[in-house]
């Protein structure tokens, strides 16, 4: 049967090989952990702890109110010793909270005495406002992306029918495999938490689109879904492995035909996409009352002596892991990614905290680089021929070099994805989606600026 896909985009080296197929290993009891107080796409948190406050683990340190907030929690017990400015996974520097770890350890994995978890909550049984107050209080963000709040996905208008659950199990970018993992050792979990995220939106079909690399799971989440029995329909369909396909527009178009529209959302056409690792984290929240303090992510790259997919409180620094745990190779070391090497953040440090959105740190050598000058466009149309959005890269780009932010409006700057499937087959090495990044960055702080009352 031919699997599904879309059009354009890019096929790329996978360089999953070094981790795919191996188990998670939880982290040894860090020392320490840095705990980012916005982590999520919305309005900014405040810290609501001060320094030398005792703190358990699953204790709220950081909260705000309005709609798309959600709190953050502590991941490990002990004491708030700094709340400082340090730089973040996306390179940029914010308000974070250090924890040093309480004598007895910092524990990971389920729920341990002294935690502050919530009481469980059985989703099936309260009602839609308290299921979406669960998953705000558990500050559940998309675990995949831009850390959007997923109890506003969840919760889309009236006149926004949703007629699809999607579960985005492509993982597409190379070197990562901690959704393939959870996947295959933790599928009832995660089909758990989709069938509490169609419960919560009313919606009786579910699709689980898995990129068909990891054909080998198709069986192991169809079993899944058997055994939990889930009240509505839950299909596993098979894309064709191609970047960038757990892009939420693109996973739409290939599993349901449908084309969200420019500037729109998934709800637009009816459909809800949540990553594989969100989707267990929601189930945990009601099973356990475990707010989203730990994730699942791959370390690995020519640099990293011992790749492999690891279980990380969130704020673990990867560079103060015991080198038994973690071996990187500093000679070697040429660039530190978080997240993937197409869509990822490239950093200056291993002392960046790990987040509820980081899907992986990849520690690249030098023959992993594509490290090439620019030289000047020679006008191929390789960019615009492999642009998933059907954008005109070359043309942005001309309009931002120009200083005309209108036309690079205009051309569709705001439609990009950050995919990087323009740069990667400029043989220009013109640093496109780099300059969207800005761009886009500058057209939110210009958003913001003119949302602002007048004084
Ligand atoms: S313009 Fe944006 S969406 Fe298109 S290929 Fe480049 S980075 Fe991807
Ligand atoms: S791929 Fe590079 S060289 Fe070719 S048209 Fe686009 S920007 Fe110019």
Redesign the pocket.
Known sequence: MPTKTFKRGLHVPERKEATEEKSAEAVPAPAQVVIPVNQHFGAPNQSIVAVGDTVRRGQKIADASGLMTVPVHASISGVVKKIEPRTQSNNIEGTCIVIEAAPEGAASEGAQAGDDFMPPLDVYACSKEEALTRIRDAGIVGMGGAGFPVHVKLNPPPNKPIDFVIANAAECEPYLTTDEWLMSEKAELFIQGMAAVMHIAGVSRGIIGLEDNKARLKPVLEKAVNAVAPKGEIIVELLQTKY?QGGEKFLITALTGRQVPSGGLPMDVGCIVQNVGTLAAVAEAFQLGKPLIERSLTVTGGACKTPKNIIAPIGTLIGELPQTFMDIDYERLKKIIFGGPMMGVAVPTTLIPVQKNTSGVVLMDASELRAFDETYCIRCGR?IR????R?T?VL?NEALEAGDFDEALRT?LI?????????YVCPARIK??QR?RVGKQRFRTIQAAQAKPAK
Request: with cysteine; charged share 10%.
């Open positions: 960038p960019c492999n642009c998933p959005c954008l890269p942005i569709g439609d990009c994805i950050e995919c990087g499937c323009c740069s496109l989606v969207f």
